[in-house]
Every structure is written in C-alpha cells, then in structure tokens.
C-alpha cells in the first residue's frame, strides 16, 4: 500500500520548530506525500513545501485549510514543534490494509534533546500516574482508540470531510471531537507503538501546569458537553482527588480521626507518586522534579476540570 500523503502542519510562523519539522518529513523513507505548512501570515518560500498563509485562525481552522490544500488520499498531522520518526509513515501504512481503520497514530516521545526541565515534563506526561493518556507519551501496544492526539494523527481524507473535518472553535481538545466524530460512524482508530514522532515538551513547572490548566478544562467541558470519549472514570479521579483532599480538611477540624486518615491517605498517595517516578527516571536528579511534577499536575488539572463543570462554554 503507497497511498499519496499531505503532511499537514499548523503552526503561527515558520520558526526554528516548524523548520525542524519540515526538515525531518523531507527526510521520511517514504516518498509519496506533500508537505503544506500553515503559518498565520508570512511570504517565505521552501523548496518542496505548499506554504499557505491562514491568518490568526484556531489550530482546527488551520488544519481544514490543510485538508482543503492537500491532493494525498490520506493527511497526516503533526504539530509544528514535533518531528517525525523516519518510518513514521511507512509504518502507520500497514494499518490501514484494514478499510475499517480510517485513523493512525502514536506517540509522541519526548526528544533527547530536550532540556532538563522539558525532558521532567515528559516523565510526568509518560507515568502511570497520570492514566490511560500516558501511552501517547510513550512506546508500548498497539492499541484500538477512541481519543488519537493531534500532533501524531493519519487519517483518510474522504473521512475527514465526512465528519466535517476539525472543530474550528476549541482548542484544546479538538483532536478529541474528530475522533469522537469519527467513531461515532463506526469506524476504528489505531495507536500503535511504531507510528512515532518526536514532541518537544512545555518545561516545568509554569508552561507545563498552564498546558495541563488547558487540558482539564476541555476535558471537564467535553466530558459535560459531548460524553463520549470524555466521559471516562479516569479523567474523574484528579477532580475526586482534590475534592477528597478539600473536604477531609475541612472534617478533620471537627473529628481528629478524620485527619489520621487523611494523613495515611496522602502519604499513600505520596508514595504511589514516588513509585510511578522512580519507575519512569533514571537520572536521580529528576527525581524531585518529577515527582513534585506528577501531584501539581494532578492538582491543577484537577481543579481545572471542576472549573469547567461551572461553565457554559469555553473561550479559547
């Protein structure tokens, strides 16, 4: 099977990241695809590359304006600050032997090059600790999904237009709504371990927190909104976690019982925290970091999440 290919790339200008990228999928060992890259506004032009100006429009919008542009049987997305594996396209054409399979994709790993910090994100991202989410942070089964992330999505291209293409309004959490579209048709959606690209990480603590602050949001909303694949007990547990944790205070100044067993209680959960980094880091000098990474991202996706249970919609 050596369908046509667009490699479609949203990003807001042609940046180091979005050269990178496009450096990489020029060097991909498969040779049937297109390359269209999708900056706000610029006038660069690169050899070998459909570079089409969009305006200052949502990530979903870009993308549509990607699909619009491209001539492949299937498009294939990945984000401006990530970069595909050299068998990222060879590998992911083997699922779709299967006419049901109308979506591919896989990790996205954290780059050896990342910085101290990015490559703490990464950890926090990959451990068990955080769910189900953690294998598109790292390699392990192939996998039959219901929620493929954006920066490492194939998928045919009659099928996109059949469900409308991306939602052009959210972001976050668009790649959740495609999916969710697309499963609702009946169709399948594969994560397999060798379908990889390379995502730089937002570093911790501040650009982490704020990217997760982004991701319980969408997720709480579209778990109220649209179910689905968002209604999930995991996506649940932070929220219980903080609610637990707010209201066993507040008991614990009435019964000092209630306070042992909150102290237990935290302590377990430290040590769970401890467990899943040690079991993800081999530098020691992660460890704390990491580890510190893993409950402040609980905290704050799970607030997050609670906080768009309260609200009518989002703004982006």
């Not at 100006?53 to 979903?60: K, Q």
């Not at 409308?164 to 579209?181: H, M, P, R």
């Not at 697309?182 to 379908?195: F, P, Q, T, W, Y």
Request: proline content about 3%.
């Amino acid at each position: 099977m050596n369908p046509s290919i667009s490699i479609i790339i949203a990003c807001k200008e042609v940046d180091n990241f979005a050269l990178e990228c496009v450096n990489h999928c020029k060097k991909l060992n498969y040779s049937n695809h297109e390359i269209i890259l999708l900056p706000d506004y610029t006038s660069e032009e690169i050899n070998g590359v459909k570079i089409v100006s969009t305006g200052t429009v949502t990530p979903g919008k870009k993308r549509n304006i990607g699909i619009a542009n491209a001539e492949g049987e299937l498009c294939a997305f990945i984000d401006s600050d990530a970069y595909p594996s050299k068998d990222w396209l060879r590998n992911a054409m083997k699922y779709f032997d299967d006419p049901a399979v109308v979506g591919v994709g896989g990790p996205g790993l954290t780059p050896t090059q990342d910085s101290f910090l990015q490559r703490a994100s990464g950890y926090v991202l990959s451990s068990f600790m955080v769910g189900n989410v953690s294998s598109r942070y790292k390699t392990g089964q192939i996998h039959e999904s219901d929620d493929i992330h954006s920066c490492n999505f194939i998928a045919r291209k009659t099928v996109l237009k059949e469900v409308a293409g991306w939602n052009e309004k959210y972001w976050s959490g668009e790649d959740t709504l495609i999916c969710l579209a697309m499963k609702k048709l009946g169709k399948r959606l594969i994560e397999a371990s060798d379908v990889v690209v390379y995502h730089h990480r937002k570093p911790l603590f501040k650009e982490h927190l704020r990217q997760i602050s982004r991701f319980g949001l969408h997720r709480g909303f579209f778990a109220k909104r649209f179910q689905g694949n968002s209604f999930k007990l995991t996506y649940f547990i932070p929220s219980l976690l903080v609610v637990s944790l707010f209201t066993g205070v507040l008991s614990s100044l009435i019964n000092p019982f209630i306070l042992n067993a909150l102290l237990l209680a935290v302590s377990l959960y430290f040590i769970f925290g401890l467990i899943a980094t040690l079991l993800e880091v081999r530098d020691v000098r992660l460890i704390l970091p990491v580890w510190l990474g893993i409950i402040a991202t609980h905290v704050v996706y799970g607030v997050s999440f609670l906080v768009s249970l309260m609200k009518r919609d989002l703004e982006r």
